[in-house]
């Protein structure tokens, strides 16, 4: 059997449909081969690109039907995946709209690479979609390298809080990320080229598996310190690092044992451990934004309190200036003015008399001013009473009838409620008078 591809790219268009089966591209060609039997196949490929790899495999029907079954439940457990990453990309997107930290906005561009490369590699999607229209081209594994070390360190900085307490740590990391985005830009348009695709393929590894290392490394060093996410990120990648850890093992040949973990389900506990603590941090910010609106609000009452304090001083100030200052004056102007008309014979004229009345009631109106800017009765005999000679005083003659209820309340409060509430009670009496 003869077939022929494209001289550039590695596009197989038109696989046949047991193509999922591969690990990245493949064509199958089915041998009838009787037991005991003997077939000789022969491969000749020209590699074009440097990416070319083969990997001949050979099953035997039922092999082949058990493996149609495996890869059909992890195509099962990928939609799951799918779902559950759909439902961390909403949650993601309300976390920010409430707290306003971009912590969120990184960690879903996250999970997004993770899904959308492991989908390709696992041909749940297909990876022409991600080589010819998102401009990816055949190697979007080192790509989508890239982007997964950008949002690592930008979402790492933000979840161990380093701007706080280790700010030239969270600038390198800040640096790295500049550095990694501007050489996924380039390799946009350099990868065209041998030197920078062998380039890509080697450094995006090398970096991802450093930085990875690094980052774990240093939540290690501050889960000692006793931060809380620091524990989630270690927990996270711990089954990342048993798989690699094991492949290495592999390629020197120093375990031949099967990998204790398939890269879906890392993939999953990471994803899951990461999901648990944004949601714990979320918590952790709106518990600290309520302490913070608690403590505004004690605040705010405590501004309130001084004003009130303030103004009632100063009224007390004012009513004791007018009681034993202006009162007494024109009290005293009165009793001589009547002094003065007697000795002159005017007393009884109409005009002293109602120099006298206009006196009079001059000062009886600012000593009930007085009394009401700051009622002596309320330190003395206390709010019942106060509030009756209150009444008394403005509905009566407003020839308003009404009843005070005060059930025998013999009690005393704090003076600054027993003010409050005198002061309550006397707007509602100005506005039912008005």
Known sequence: IIKS????????????VDSYLSNKYAYIFSIDLPKNAERSVYLRATANDDAF??????????????????????????????????????????????TKQ???????GFVLVIILNLMALRHFVSPLIFERYLFLGNNFVEMFGYLQLIFVLLYTNHFLELNKNYPKTYRVFKYMAVFTCALFALA???RQYDWFLNFSYIFSKFVLIATTLGLYFFAIYLSFKRQVMAYYFVVAYLPLFIFVGHFILTAMKLTDSYNPLEWEYVIFIEVIVLT????????LIMKENHKYQVALIAEQERGIHAMIDAQENERSRIAKDLHD?????????????????????????????????????SNQDLRTISHQMM???????????????????????????????????????TPILEINIYRIAQELVNNIIK
């Open 5 to 16: 591809y494209p001289t550039k790219g590695l596009h197989f268009p038109k696989n046949n």
């Open 53 to 98: 790899r083969v990997m001949n495999r050979l099953w035997t029907k039922d092999s082949y039907q058990i493996r149609e079954a495996e890869i059909k439940l992890k195509s099962s457990y990928m939609l799951v995946f799918l779902g559950f990453v759909i439902l961390i990309c909403f949650l993601s997107i309300a976390m920010f709209a409430f």
């Open 102 to 108: 971009r912590l969120y906005l990184y960690y879903m």
């Open 188 to 190: 946009l348009f350099l």
């Open 276 to 283: 648990i603590a944004m949601a714990h941090r979320y918590y």
């Open 325 to 361: 200052g202006v009162v007494q004056e024109i009290g005293s102007v009165i009793l001589k003015s009547r002094v003065a008309f007697e000795d002159l014979k005017i007393a009884d004229s109409k005009e002293a008399k109602e120099i006298l009345e206009k006196l009079e009631g």
């Open 375 to 413: 009622p002596r009765a309320l330190k003395e005999l206390g709010l019942v009473a106060t509030l009756g000679d209150m009444f008394a005083d403005s509905i009566t003659p407003a020839k308003i009838a009404y009843d005070f209820e005060h059930f025998n309340w013999t009690d005393r409060l």
